[in-house]
């Protein structure tokens, strides 16, 4: 008999998700920039870093740094239709878009927006996850982004979490320079998210 646990795995692979996007089931697309994510990007003064966005979904944080000159960004996800459209839609930019599950990739980049992947992976895996993401930086790089601030009720995803998880999560890999509620969250997520800055240990 197939557990709980190995349906689970197998639901979230890449055509799971390539099907959300084909039934237009995507109820975290917030059709905009995430406005933490946002207001972290505004006070980037070097335009040259290099930036990696996975799970990347609509990619509106890597069109919104592209209009503002980054020019080193680097998008994945696993949901060959929606791989296809960023392709096209960002055909005349600078901006490389892999179809690839993050822990398959390679690299070393400065910063790694964190949106939407950590509450859409098996929460087994998230362990795994920190370490890749911890691999995946260069020296002295940053992991920014938003956390869900809750537990959900239905089985995920999304899959949330707290702030006293995920500081134990992260702490033997991260220097937590900001960890707190968000103040400009979307009206539906306000209360429920935490934004993240941690720096490479």
């Known amino acids: 008999m197939q557990t709980d646990k190995s349906k689970e795995a197998v639901r979230l692979d890449a055509a799971f998700w390539n099907e959300r996007y084909e039934k237009n089931e995507t109820g975290w697309d917030l059709k905009q920039v995430s406005p933490p994510i946002k207001a972290y990007i505004d ?21 919104y740094l592209n209009n503002l000159g980054f020019e080193n960004i680097t998008l994945i996800d696993i949901a060959p239709l929606l791989v296809a459209e960023l392709k096209e839609k960002f055909k005349q930019s600078s901006i490389k878009v892999l179809e690839q599950n993050i822990f398959d ?5 400065d910063l790694i927006l964190e949106q939407t992947l950590f509450c859409a992976i098996d929460p087994s895996d998230r362990s795994r996850y920190v370490e890749k993401i911890h691999s995946l930086l260069a020296e002295k790089g940053k992991f920014v982004g938003v956390l869900f601030n809750k537990i959900f009720e239905h089985q995920g995803p999304p899959f ?26 979307i009206a539906p997520r306000m209360g429920n998210e935490l934004f993240i ?5």
């Open 43 to 63: 006070q980037l003064e070097n335009k040259n870093i290099s930036i990696l966005i996975a799970g990347c979904g609509n990619a509106y944080e890597a069109e």
């Open 105 to 109: 990739h390679t690299g070393k980049y």
């Open 160 to 185: 949330g979490g707290t702030k006293a998880a995920y500081e134990k999560l992260f702490s033997d890999y991260f220097q937590f320079n900001t960890i707190a509620p968000c103040h400009n969250s």
């Open 197 to 201: 800055n941690f720096s490479k240990k």
